[in-house]
């Protein structure tokens, strides 16, 4: 099992005063993470479903900064009746140094109703692949 996997390029204006990544911004980075797997877990998703962000948490680690490129890693940690959390890694690939975990609890939810819905079969499925069954963070040190 592979992790979905992205790239931040951490730009100056997402630094705060003392010169490190200012935590408004990692969840940002969450978000585009979130944004580009669900494009990848459905991509013919229509209006009546959508996902909605009911919580998210973040750790931060270690510092980031202006210039650098890091890797998101995203897993799937469970899959419930009408919701699924997901867990983002984000990590500095050239010292395999993890940099801040969140975990993100999203609803499936149809605004023509205004109601919580069923994780459809076919989107429960492409998202299995993406299963964390073991400790994706073991490859990394802290």
Do not use: W
């Not at 023509?112 to 076919?122: A, G, L, N, W």
Request: charged share 25%; proline share 2%; net charge positive.
């Amino acid at each position: 099992m592979a992790s979905y996997e992205i790239e931040i390029y951490v730009r100056f204006s997402e630094t705060d005063a003392a010169g490190h990544v200012n935590n408004v911004s990692y969840f940002l980075y969450f978000e585009e993470a979130r944004t580009k797997f669900f494009q990848e877990i459905c991509p013919k998703r229509n209006n009546s479903i959508n996902f909605i962000l009911a919580s998210i948490s973040c750790d931060y680690i270690t510092q980031a900064y202006a210039g650098q490129k890091l890797k998101l890693l995203t897993d799937v940690e469970k899959i419930g009746r009408k919701s699924f959390t997901v867990k983002h890694t984000l990590v500095n690939p050239k010292t395999f140094k993890i940099v801040a975990k969140s975990h993100a609890v999203t609803v499936c939810f149809n605004y023509e109703e205004q109601k919580t819905i069923k994780v459809p079969d076919e989107i429960r499925s492409r998202m299995e692949k993406y299963l964390v069954v073991t400790n994706k963070e073991s490859e990394f040190s802290q």
